[in-house]
């Protein structure tokens, strides 16, 4: 019985110590956890058998199980702080994006007095880009040899110009990209001009609205123009 006694008050000490480094913030449900481990691990202590009582290692080991318990607790609560630290942070960049053109995936094209402003985003360099531009009805209005390119996100400018020379009506047209490298063609991903004008606050994290374009995520926005 000197061996259950000496576990007995062993566990305890050990485990009210667990509970002692627990510090003012804690959550009274971490403490109630806590607690009930320990009321349950005196249980079966005072309840062994006389005649083969626990040893030290045994109860190291369940003393040790609510130490994991704990610390996995403590890493759950920091993961959530730094989780909600970031997306204040991200709220404060996208806030500072209201106003300003940005280049996100689409391919409308619109043309005003001062002309528009598109994008393309190339995986890999590429020899001839070619910028074509269709009307509302699907009618090819013009073909712009852009050059060539370095992979990375890039931006152009049309001034409305069209095949007959002729100056397109301001509106609203939809472009698309060709873009060829050792005369095989290359993927190329067009990007439409935007301005934000307003940033969401979801729970999967920070958007933006991009005027009447929709809303974005933060990772959408390939350039800020």
């Given at each position: 019985?000197?061996?259950?006694?000496?576990?007995?008050?062993?566990?305890?000490?050990?485990?009210?110590?667990?509970?002692?480094?627990?510090?003012?913030?804690?959550?009274?449900?971490?403490?109630?956890?806590?607690?009930?481990?320990?009321?349950?691990?005196?249980?079966?202590?005072?309840?062994?058998?006389?005649?083969?009582?626990?040893?030290?290692?045994?109860?190291?080991?369940?003393?040790?199980?609510?130490?994991?318990?704990?610390?996995?607790?403590?890493?759950?609560?920091?993961?959530?702080?730094?989780?909600?630290?970031?997306?204040?942070?991200?709220?404060?960049?996208?806030?500072?994006?209201?106003?300003?053109?940005?280049?996100?995936?689409?391919?409308?094209?619109?043309?005003?007095?001062?002309?528009?402003?598109?994008?393309?985003?190339?995986d890999?360099?590429?020899?001839?880009?070619?910028?074509?531009?269709?009307?509302?009805?699907?009618?090819?209005v013009?073909?712009?040899?852009?050059?060539?390119?370095?992979?990375?996100?890039?931006?152009?400018?049309?001034?409305?110009?069209?095949?007959?020379?002729?100056?397109?009506?301001?509106?609203?047209?939809?472009?698309?990209?060709?873009?060829?490298?050792?005369?095989?063609?290359?993927?190329?991903?067009?990007?439409?001009?935007?301005?934000?004008?307003?940033?969401?606050?979801?729970?999967?994290?920070?958007d933006?609205?991009?005027?009447?374009?929709?809303?974005?995520?933060?990772?959408?926005?390939?350039?800020?123009?």
């Open positions: 019985m000197a061996t259950v006694n000496n576990n007995v008050s062993a566990a305890a000490e050990s485990a009210l110590a667990l509970l002692g480094r627990k510090d003012s913030a804690s959550s009274k449900d971490e403490v109630d956890s806590q607690g009930r481990f320990l009321t349950l691990l005196t249980a079966q202590l005072k309840n062994q058998d006389p005649m083969n009582p626990l040893d030290n290692a045994q109860v190291t080991s369940q003393l040790a199980q609510i130490s994991t318990v704990d610390g996995i607790e403590r890493l759950n609560t920091m993961l959530t702080q730094l989780l909600e630290g970031q997306q204040s942070s991200e709220s404060m960049q996208a806030a500072s994006l209201v106003g300003r053109g940005v280049l996100v995936p689409g391919s409308g094209l619109k043309l005003g007095d001062a002309g528009s402003i598109g994008g393309f985003a190339l890999v360099p590429a020899d001839a880009v070619t910028m074509r531009i269709k009307d509302a009805q699907g009618l090819e013009a073909a712009v040899d852009l050059g060539s390119f370095d992979a990375g996100t890039h931006n152009f400018q049309w001034d409305g110009t069209t095949k007959d020379g002729s100056r397109a009506a301001n509106g609203k047209y939809t472009v698309s990209i060709e873009a060829v490298t050792g005369g095989k063609p290359v993927a190329a991903e067009v990007l439409e001009f935007g301005a934000v004008t307003s940033v969401v606050r979801g729970t999967k994290g920070t933006l609205q991009v005027g009447d374009m929709g809303i974005f995520k933060m990772s959408d926005v390939r350039q800020i123009v």
